[in-house]
T-cell receptor, first 109, second 117 residues
């Protein structure tokens, strides 16, 4: 199966700062998603982004499928952005999402 | 109007007991999954079902038995619970199986925190 590597593993920011999270894949993926796991444990869909760039408010994501990586940008971070950010890819054989180990983000007031 | 719902949210039980977690999705998806999140937050696939048929069994002990009565439901039954089974279990669904557009987007339930004492 594919390997998914996320960086950095931990990130501490002051409110208002910007950040970039990265996700590398060992092989091509059909589908790619970013999730936010909030402090209550819920997995919230951020982006479905197998290729290209998308924006949603202060968050945006870019996937370069040919180079097997994806980036998640968080601008003007807020304390409510705290939690774990996961990327996950579906192998070309389908039928499962493989997750990275996540980036633990802490935004301090 | 929850898309993927799991019950119960919390489950505390003694070693050796048998328990079930229920999952239902109202998205009309064909594919459903069970994932396990360990204490280090790592999420790993356990099972994948497509139209009620088992597609993936990711070397999960046979004490874990998923059951899909219809494509909107995928329940997880666990026999003879062990301390190491303590984790958060997530159900998910997607249109799945080599669909390469936004229908493949997976949605997760709120998780079931299982604690075995």
């Amino acid at each position: 199966g594919i390997q998914v590597e996320q960086s950095p593993p931990d990130l501490i920011l002051q409110e208002g700062a910007n950040s970039t999270l990265r996700c590398n894949f060992s092989d091509s993926v059909n589908n790619l998603q970013w999730f936010h796991q909030n402090p209550w444990g819920q997995l919230i869909n951020l982006f479905y982004i197998p290729s290209g760039t998308k924006q949603n408010g202060r968050l945006s994501a870019t996937t370069v499928a040919t180079e097997r990586y994806s980036l998640l940008y968080i601008s003007s971070s807020q304390t409510t952005d705290s939690g774990v950010y996961f990327c996950a890819g579906e192998e070309t054989s389908g039928s499962r999402l493989t997750f990275g180990e996540g980036t633990q983000l802490t935004v301090n007031p | 109007d929850t898309a993927v719902s799991q019950t119960p949210k919390y489950l505390v039980t003694q070693m050796g007991n048998d328990k079930s977690i229920k999952c239902e999705q109202n998205l009309g998806h064909d594919t459903m999954y069970w994932y396990k999140q360990d204490s280090k937050k790592f999420l790993k696939i356990m099972f994948s079902y497509n139209n009620k048929e088992l597609i993936i069994n990711e070397t999960v002990p046979n004490r874990f038995s998923p059951k899909s009565p219809d494509k909107a439901h995928l329940n997880l039954h666990i026999n003879s619970l062990e301390l190491g089974d303590s984790a958060v279990y997530f159900c998910a669904s997607s249109q799945g199986l080599v669909v390469v557009d936004s229908r493949a987007e997976a949605f997760f339930g709120q998780g079931t925190r299982l604690t075995v004492v």
